[in-house]
């Protein structure tokens, strides 16, 4: 149990144009997903956390209106890149995690999307 | 915010032999602690966590953790790599909001 998929898991886009990322549980309710960036050789940075039905809540030094979150259903939260740029390629992961996991940080990660614009 | 701190960014070990990957926390209060591991190409793997129950933890794969406040550290050993032991391994404490902080990362080696 507590699968989360992603996405597409690689994606090849021009600079300039918008990209779309799934983040979805299979098989459980996911009130809260969690976006998180890494590039090579890096640790994860959280982008943000978004909670079903509400507006998303960005890290510092996170461009909102450069990482659309919408997280519309308890399944699916969809992160877009707007306007992509070289430097946005990186690895995106998400996790999740559900009513009864959320207060013991039990995160549930999706197997990343590798983004690279070019 | 809490933080951890990796004092290893590689560790090279033999096959056999035993695995120490180090980590201290930062934290205002009792923390919860994690230790996730990343195959190439795969996806982040819970190896086990800490929640203020038993400062042992034992978690999959053999690999355990102990939580010890007096030096605030949260080391992760394991007695015997194995090859597919390789990957790189993190550290990571719950903030606010549930969010999870990671710490840099240690890349394990295990050589034949």
């Known amino acids: 149990g507590a699968v989360v998929s992603q996405h597409p898991s690689r994606v090849i886009c021009k600079s300039g144009t918008s990209v779309k990322i799934e983040c979805r549980s299979l098989d459980f309710q996911a009130t809260t997903m969690f976006w998180y960036r890494q590039f090579p050789k890096k640790s994860l940075m959280l982008m943000a956390t978004s909670n079903e039905g509400s507006k998303a809540t960005y890290e510092q030094g996170v461009e909102k209106d450069k990482f659309l979150i919408n997280h519309a259903s308890l399944t699916l939260s969809t992160l877009t890149v707007t306007s992509a740029h070289p430097e946005d390629s990186s690895f995106y992961i998400c996790?999740?995690?559900?009513?009864?996991?959320?207060?013991?940080?039990?995160?549930?990660f999706g197997p990343g999307t590798r983004l690279t614009v070019t | 915010a809490q933080s951890v701190t990796q004092l290893d960014s590689h560790v090279s070990v033999s096959e056999g032999t035993p695995v120490l990957l180090r980590c201290n926390y930062s934290s205002s209060y009792s923390p919860s602690l994690f230790w996730y591991v990343q195959h190439p190409n795969k996806g982040l793997q819970l190896l086990l966590k800490y929640t203020s129950a038993a400062t042992l933890v034992k978690g999959i794969n053999g690999f355990e953790a102990e939580f010890k406040k007096s030096e605030t550290s949260f080391h992760l050993t394991k007695p015997s790599a194995h090859m597919s032991d390789a990957a790189e391994y993190f550290c990571v404490v719950g903030d606010s909001g549930y969010a999870l902080n990671f710490g840099k990362g240690t890349s394990l080696l295990v050589t034949p």
């Open positions: 996790s999740a995690s559900s009513p009864g996991t959320s207060a013991s940080y039990e995160q549930y």
